[in-house]
């Protein structure tokens, strides 16, 4: 959810009413817990794009007019690397985002792709605004990059350039495990050697791809993210019970060394999506259900309650109680609301 609320909040900087859009991609922002399945996250960026004419939501100072990421794709096709498609991706975007500034480059063994601002066009460091811009133009980025070489690329850290936002946890899944938050500039590094990849798309692959797009790069190269998936579903249908690393490698007719590497390839790691099954499971529950504290804890295969609890304060900076209690009293005043408006109509 911290996602879409960065995705909207150029609407609501230009005074659009973004209900009719979450209502047509069932998208509830009172349940501020729960996942949205990713096609619906994809829908709902098409709408915003097609509601404001703007491919950057109405985030930056100039929009990014309808069809530039076609153009975008179009301009990164034929190059003979990697590097050199990303160069050209960088060129196009300086066009259409003045405010933002792409840059590529080598340092040692390894590639930084650097995101710097030009303009001062956000409210502040942290303005949930300018967090999704870098966010979104990181992920556009990277998810295309992936595309045209036809595997995952994998970020070996990303530097953030504004505090911890409430939804970091989630990067792990979507650019690294190692995400740390300070500078002035974003700057993700990976590998040298990926930047000499072929581009292995032609045009009619493209046209393929294409349907559906912009808001199609939110689905983008979902295998590179295939282990993390089977391996947080083996998590999760067995418990209560807590497999270890060696059990979910059995299980997957891996050795322990081969899944630690291809977790790793993909930016996460076992306990990584350990933590993150047993949090989604636990903020679900405590959204949804009364189910009584220790119960969860026990379902979720805790040794003891309070074992669950420092984890769910490292997690929310709350205890269950206190988060249960806040979300139901942010319900009732939203039911409130919607009562009196009814009341005043």
Wanted: glycine fraction near 6%; charged fraction near 25%.
């Amino acid at each position: 959810m911290g996602f879409v609320s960065g995705m909207l909040s150029g609407m609501h900087r230009h005074g659009h009413d973004p209900t009719p859009l979450l209502a047509a991609t069932g998208i509830s922002l009172a349940d501020a817990a729960s996942r949205i399945p990713v096609d619906r996250y994809a829908a709902l960026y098409n709408l915003i794009i097609a509601e404001l004419d703007d491919e950057a939501f109405g985030l930056l100072s100039r929009p990014m007019p309808t069809g530039s990421f076609e153009f975008l794709c179009r301009g990164m096709l034929g190059a003979a690397t990697l590097e050199e498609a990303l160069s050209r991706a960088s060129r196009f975007l300086r066009i259409v985002l003045p405010d933002l500034r792409i840059a590529v480059r080598r340092d040692g063994a390894r590639a930084e792709l650097e995101i710097a601002e030009t303009n001062a066009v956000f409210a502040g460091r942290d303005d949930p605004a300018r967090v999704f811009a870098l966010e979104w133009l990181l992920r556009l980025v990277h998810g295309v990059a992936c595309w045209f070489v036809g595997r995952g690329i994998a970020l070996d850290s990303v530097r953030f350039p504004y505090a911890r936002p409430a939804h970091a946890d989630d990067y792990a899944l979507v650019y690294t495990e190692r995400s740390s938050f300070e500078g002035d500039t974003l700057l993700a590094r990976f590998h040298d050697n990926l930047l000499e990849l072929p581009i292995r798309r032609d045009d009619a692959a493209l046209g393929r791809f294409l349907e559906g797009a912009p808001g199609r790069i939110s689905m983008l190269y979902r295998r590179d993210r295939e282990m993390v998936v089977r391996v947080r579903d083996l998590l999760r249908a067995a418990l209560p019970e807590n497999l270890s690393i060696e059990q979910v490698a059995q299980q997957l007719h891996l050795s322990t060394r081969t899944l630690h590497r291809r977790l790793e390839d993909e930016g996460s790691s076992f306990r990584l999506i350990k933590e993150a099954t047993r949090r989604d499971i636990a903020y679900a529950r405590l959204t949804k259900t009364a189910q009584p504290i220790a119960q969860l804890a026990a379902d979720l295969g805790y040794a003891d309650t309070s074992t669950f609890y420092r984890a769910f304060v490292a997690w929310s900076g709350q205890s269950p109680e206190q988060f249960r209690s806040q979300l139901a009293a942010r319900q009732g005043a939203m039911t409130g609301g919607k009562s009196a408006k009814r009341d005043n109509q």
